[in-house]
């Protein structure tokens, strides 16, 4: 079976804090993908990468970076968190292009005070 | 930018009910998949159509890329409460590696 593990199910931050949220795959996956879910927005794409030390903007990539230094651990960074930042993230993987379905890992529910 | 919206957001259908829910793109997709999310938990693969016009069933659910392979839809027939969550469909643009998903619809069913 697929896995997809993130660092943290529930985190609480302050605001301005730097705040980083680890994804790691277990399946050689060539794709991953960070996503923030919101009520009634279904998911945003906010940056995925399809190799090492490779990056793409997705639809939402303010206030965020990522780094992918290793196939299986892909990190998002939120450099100065905020309010407006408080939200589900979700990391997916996939097997090559996005063609391939996307395993998704249990989520991190983020909350920035 | 591209937009991949759904009908309706959310649907509260008695047990045995029929659901539909439907999927609309902005742009021609390549392809289209649907996930569906348990309450609490992540989403889940359950499908994806390629070709025009294309219908699959699994089980109780029917899925359909229009011809046009700009809209798509997801049938339940006769649901059941397993079948509460919210499901997603989700396109990949035929101009790009990108997947949009769809904003999602939540199905509530009562027993």
């Known amino acids: 079976d697929v896995k997809v593990t993130q660092s943290s199910r529930y985190l609480v931050k302050r605001t301005g804090e730097k705040v980083f949220l680890e994804c790691v795959q277990d399946m050689d996956h060539e794709n991953m993908f960070w996503y923030r879910q919101d009520p009634g927005l279904g998911l945003r794409l906010i940056y995925f990468?399809?190799?090492?030390?490779?990056?793409e903007k997705g639809d939402i990539p303010e206030g965020y970076s990522v780094s992918r230094e290793k196939k299986e651990r892909f990190s998002l960074i939120l450099e100065s968190a905020s309010t407006n930042q408080t939200s589900m993230y979700l990391c997916a993987s996939s097997l090559w292009q996005a063609s391939y379905e996307q395993y998704f890992g249990p989520g991190t529910r983020l909350t920035v005070t | 930018g591209q937009q991949v919206m759904q009908i309706p957001q959310y649907q509260h259908v008695q047990e045995g009910e029929d659901f539909t829910t439907y999927c609309n793109s902005s742009t021609t997709l390549s392809n289209i998949q649907w996930y569906k999310q348990r309450p609490g938990g992540h989403p889940v693969f359950l499908i994806q159509l390629v070709k025009s016009g294309e219908v699959k069933k699994q089980k109780r659910l029917t899925f359909q890329f229009g011809e046009a392979k700009k809209n798509s839809s997801l049938h339940i027939t006769a649901t059941q409460t397993t079948d509460v969550g919210t499901y997603f469909c989700?396109?990949?643009?035929?101009?790009?590696?990108?997947?949009?998903f769809g904003t999602g619809t939540s199905l509530t069913v009562i027993p």
């Open positions: 989700a396109g990949r643009s035929n101009t790009g590696n990108q997947f949009y």
């Open positions: 990468s399809y190799d090492v030390k490779m990056k």
